[in-house]
Structures are given as C-alpha cells and as structure tokens.
C-alpha cells in the first residue's frame, strides 16, 4: 500500500471530473474540491482501489460518488439489466443510505445514471420493483441486502464499482461478516473503494482482503481536531438547573441537535420542548422508517429547528447547516463523543458542542476529553440567575418566536397524510375503490397475510404467503376457505386493508365455512358491494 502527498487545489475539470458533473456541483454550491476529493479523484477516476481515511463531514460521499457516477456513465442505458446493479455502495444506517442516494443522484442525473435505495424497515416489493426496472448504482445497508441476495432477487455478477462508506461505523454495529458475504458475491476484477475514519476493529482486514494494492489518502483521522469546532462543557448543580439550560439553549433561531443515550429520553425531550414552543422532532431507534422520514424532513425545512436523537444519528445524519450540538448527558465513550459533535463544523462551516455536566458526571466527562485530546475547561453554568452567562447568551443566539404547540400538531398531522398519500396509501376513510364504494376491510387467508392499500382495488403480495385466487367457470382455492365464480366472474382477495372486488358477468363469489388450500378458520362472511357483483370475505384482525 502506498501512501500519496497533497498537492495545491485544482478545479474538478482540471481533476478530469465530466463537465456535467462540475456543472452539477457548482449549482450546489461546490465550486472547488475538498482535501479528500482532491487527493483522491485522479486515482479512483482512473479505477485504481483507493482507501480514503478522513473524519465525518470531510466530503467522503462526493469523493466516490463522482467516479462511481463518471466510470459508469458510459452507454449506461444500454449495460442496464434488471435486477443485476452495476455498482454498490454500502452504508451503517438507513439515514445515510438515503442522503448518500440523494447526493448521488444529484451528480447521477445529467449523466443519465439511475440511483436506487434498499434498506430495511420499510416493505420490500418497491426495492424489489426497482431492481426489476435496472438500475445502475444500488445504496444499500447491509443486512436488507444481504436478505435480497438469500432471495435471489438481486444478482451482484455485474458489480463493477464496490464502495463501502463509514466502514468503521459498520464494524462498530457488528456488519463485518454480512459486508463480507457482500464482497465475495462480486467479481473480484471490480474496482473498490473504501472510506473510514479509522482503521480498526477488523476494517483493516476488509483493506488487505479485498483491496488490490489500494492507495491510501488520510485526510485528518478521527481524533484530529476540527479548527472550526468550539468545545464547552457546563457544569450544573441539579436537574432543574439542567432542564432550564436544555430550553435556554434549544430556544434560538438556528438548527441545533441534541443527543440523549436513551430512546425514552429523546421522545420525552422532543415533546417537552414541542409543548413549549420549540418545535422539536426526535429521532430513535424505535421509529418507524416513514417517521423517521417525516421528521428528518422537518428538522432539514426549518420547520423544526431542534432534532432531539440518539447515537442513531451519531453518523447516519448529515445535514447542513447545523449551528450546535448539545450533548444532554456525557456520551459512553470517545468515539461517540467525537461522532455526535461531527454533525456540526461540516464542510468546513463553523460550530459548537456543549456538553451538560451534573455532579456525579465530571469523572467520566474528563476521562472523554482525554481520550478524544480534547482540551477545554468546564464551566459552572446557572440559567436561573439573574444574569446568564455570556457564553451561554452566544450561544443561543437570536431567540425565536415561540410556537403555538396546537398548530404544530396540526402541520405534522397534514404532513402524515401528504406522506401517505405520496406512498400511495390513502388515510383513513378516504379510500375508494374501483368502479364502486366499498366498504374497508381486512382479511386474513390460512397462514398468509397480504399487504394490501386502501382504495387499491387489488391485492399485493406482501409480509405473509397472500394469494390472489382467480376463477372462470369453476371452482379456486385461495385464503382461507373456498371460493367459486360463475360464468367469467373472478375473485380477488386483498390483504391487510384491502379490497374485495367482483368482476364478471354479474357472477357471485362467496367464500364458504370450512377449511381452505391454507388451512382457513371457520368464520361468517361480510358482506360488500363492488361493480357486477357480491363478495364475501372473512374479517379477522391482522396479527
């Protein structure tokens, strides 16, 4: 491995990066290249394996992501196959994945690239359907992958360009062996690029494994100081004084994070600022993916100014643009520490950390500082004096407008049911189905559940073994007990919140009592109207 120097900045054209591609970044503000892009560009446009070792929010994303879009863009549409992606980049979290997908295909569309995403916690047919159209570079994490593999509904054979971004943090969730099994289903010719502050925890092994004579660019560990990044450390006597510093400090007009250790703490925070006339929106682990989505995308329009989350978003949030960094409680370690208070001073902008010390806490808050060669000098901090400290006063900045909890309540429900209606998903009551107005219902069929949409009028095949039973002139099985359509009549079943529906010549479809092709309880039948017909099916609450 060997080991490149710095040289003076050029422009992205004069690193060979496609005009289109240059255009693409000045009209996002990214007129010159960063350390890491331009250390490493003239090697990974040229295919060489390159191993590019810089902290959170050095420019690692736009490094690869500018040859993996230029080294593919050739006759792209013509090399395009279904369900056989020409690049992967893999990433630790569902966030990044997505962020890393939107910068891509920021630099992918005027090359006439297509950029999909696969990640877990949402239904998998879309990716499924995604992958079936063919498309060029796949943004995944790891373990949604992984399953789609087992399922042979995704073949890697074709992958020229592997990236594996924030490698470290992969290691650290214990991905190593999926990230492994990843690798061996591509072609050992393709060219590989990985990115990772650090280099240890068995990343080192990936590198020597399935690098071929990578050159290596370090750009600033993790552990090297970030100039534009203030440190503060306040200490407080009590809780109250606490609580009063954490609404002191979120009540400013700019965009600022603060990170709890427990997931009951972030929501509890989110709604107690909310209340108070901050808007705040949390992140945690036991979100669903859609409002993680919903609000991520309020912290980043502005319209909530506080993102209150756990490690998390330690390094699966990259959003501009943030001013500050509250770190409720002392984080478990270093690397957490450094992580957490990378989400501002990104792209060389300026920021602050503080970090809220109790008592009991100032141990453990040296023992942080010394392993991450932090060097700053806590500070008794009391937000109910008369006079507030300074620092703090700086820190807050402008105050903002308090906001009427009610109406922002009333803008997260109108985004919930925008969101549904954009997923396809019509909310509650406002489904309607094909040719007529049937009632909403869900089935359950034997052993399988469909994952169905209201107002779809068909039913999709989804978590369960849900099956569609079609019927003409004779007698199906299907769902949970048996079906029979008259002459050219046909019976669909939908699954969790779909639809019966009945077509035909005025044909009849009655699903009777008794056992089914899957084994289907005894029950009665309900009763809905649809065009040309009758249909009963069985109602059961979905497990």
Known sequence: MTEQTTAPTPSFQELGVPAPIADALAKNGKAAPFPIQRDTLPDTLAGRDVLGRGRTGSGKTIAFGIPLVANLADDAARKRRPSRPRAIVLAPTRELVTQIAET?????????????????????????????????????????????????????????????????????????????????????????????????????????????????????????????????VFEVAGKEQKDALIEALASGTARRIFFTRMKHQAKKLAKQLTAAGIPAVELQGNLSQNARDRNLAEFVSGEARVLVATDVAARGVHVDGVDLVVHIDPPVEHKAYLHRSGRTARAGNEGDVVT????????????????????????????????????????????????????????????????????????????????????RKRSRGGRGRGAGSAG??????????????????????????????????????????????????????????GSGAEGGRRRSGRRAQSSGGTVYSTSSPSR
Do not use: C, W
């Open 456 to 513: 779809a009028g068909q039913r999709q095949a989804g978590d369960g073994q849900a099956r569609r039973s079609a019927s003409s002139g004779g007698g199906a099985q299907g769902g949970g007990g048996q079906r029979r359509g008259g002459q050219g009549g046909q019976a669909q079943a939908n699954g969790q919140g779909g639809r019966g529906q009945q077509g035909g010549q005025g044909g009849q479809s009655r699903q009777g009592s």
């Open 104 to 232: 891509l295909k920021m630099l992918a569309d005027p090359m006439g690239v297509k950029v999909t995403t696969i990640f877990g916690g949402v239904p998998q047919r879309r990716q499924e359907v995604a992958l079936e159209g063919g498309v060029d570079i796949v943004v995944a994490a790891p373990g949604r992958l992984d399953d789609l593999m087992k399922q042979r509904l995704v073949d890697l054979g074709s992958v020229e360009i592997t990236v594996l971004d924030e490698a470290d943090h992969m290691a650290d969730m214990g991905f190593l062996p999926v990230v492994t099994r990843i690798l061996n289903a591509t072609p050992q010719r393709g060219q590989r690029l990985l990115f990772s502050a650090t280099l240890d925890n068995g990343v080192d092994n990936i590198v020597k494994k399935y690098l071929h004579n990578p050159i290596l660019h370090s750009v600033d560990s993790a552990e090297s100081p970030v100039p534009q990044l203030t440190h503060h």
């Open 356 to 439: 809220l010390v109790l008592p009991e806490q100032r141990g453990e808050m040296r023992q942080i500082m010394r392993a991450a060669k932090i060097r700053v000098t806590p500070r008794p901090v009391n937000p109910s004096a008369a006079n507030i400290d300074p620092e703090v006063l700086a820190l807050i900045g402008e105050l903002a407008p308090r906001v009427d909890p009610r109406e922002t309540e009333r803008k997260r429900a109108a985004a919930q049911v925008a969101q549904q209606r954009a997923a396809g998903h019509a909310p509650a009551g406002e489904g309607s189905s094909t040719g007529a107005n049937a009632k």
